[in-house]
T-cell receptor, first 114, second 110 residues
Framework: DSGVTQTPKHLITATGQRVTLRCSPR?????VYWYQQSLDQGLQFLIQ???????AKGNILERFSAQQFPDLHSELNLSSLELGDSALYFC?????????????FGPGTRLTVT | GQQVMQIPQYQHVQEGEDFTTYCNSS?????IQWYKQRPGGHPVFLIQ?????EVKKQKRLTFQFGEAKKNSSLHITATQTTDVGTYFC??????????FGKGTKLSVKP
């Protein structure tokens, strides 16, 4: 158990819909990272927040947004969903603002868009 | 943008054989991390290398970071069935984020 929690575990929704994925980081970690894992694409970095502020941005679509709240939990919002958005979404946390420390991954949310 | 290439994509070995996966970047990396993801699981941190030419060992696993800090390798000696999974390298990019390779999926035949 990494100490990072993600809800829900599974999500099935239709094209055009909007969903919110939630992540609670490990106790004491200020950084939250979001990743998308598709079958042949490995782990795609989406976005990082550190202590409530956006720290780094990866290949995140404009239809996707995220935020980190004062209690440090984070939410990833996916809107106007397309079939290609079906993937495993991981949240990870670390105690560093930089990518120079171990990242602890949550169990992931499997999103299926039909 | 920055990319980290990882080869091979798949590797099938007989139990007891050695296994190596390689990572290459076109740009200098600030550090390299290695993660293992078991089937159906989430990535788990294995190790981080920071210094040029660094070599670290964890039991049967040997990790290397190249002199130019652009490549890395993970070598497993005498694989066991418990080594099954996907091994990812992740390089520290210029934005302070981690750039993951696509991973090497290892299967071990008993």
């Amino acid at each position: 158990d990494s100490g990072v929690t993600q809800t829900p575990k599974h999500l099935i929704t239709a094209t055009g819909q909007r969903v919110t994925l939630r992540c609670s980081p490990r106790s004491g970690d200020l950084s939250v990272y979001w990743y998308q894992q598709s079958l042949d694409q490995g782990l795609q970095f989406l976005i990082q927040y550190y202590n409530g502020e956006e720290r780094a941005k990866g290949n995140i679509l404009e239809r996707f947004s995220a935020q980190q709240f004062p209690d440090l939990h984070s939410e990833l919002n996916l809107s106007s969903l397309e079939l290609g958005d079906s993937a495993l979404y991981f949240c990870a946390s670390s105690d560093s603002p930089m990518a120079s420390g171990e990242q602890y991954f949550g169990p992931g949310t499997r999103l299926t868009v039909t | 943008g920055q990319q980290v290439m990882q080869i091979p994509q798949y590797q099938h070995v007989q139990e007891g054989e050695d296994f190596t996966t390689y990572c290459n970047s076109s740009t200098t990396l600030s550090n390299i991390q290695w993660y293992k993801q078991r089937p159906g699981g989430h990535p788990v941190f294995l190790i981080q290398l920071v210094k040029s030419g660094e070599v670290k060992k964890q039991k049967r696993l040997t990790f290397q970071f190249g002199e130019a800090k652009k490549n890395s390798s993970l070598h497993i000696t005498a694989t066991q069935t418990t080594d099954v999974g996907t091994y990812f390298c992740a390089g520290g990019g210029s934005q302070g984020n981690l750039i993951f390779g696509k991973g090497t999926k290892l299967s071990v035949k008993p």
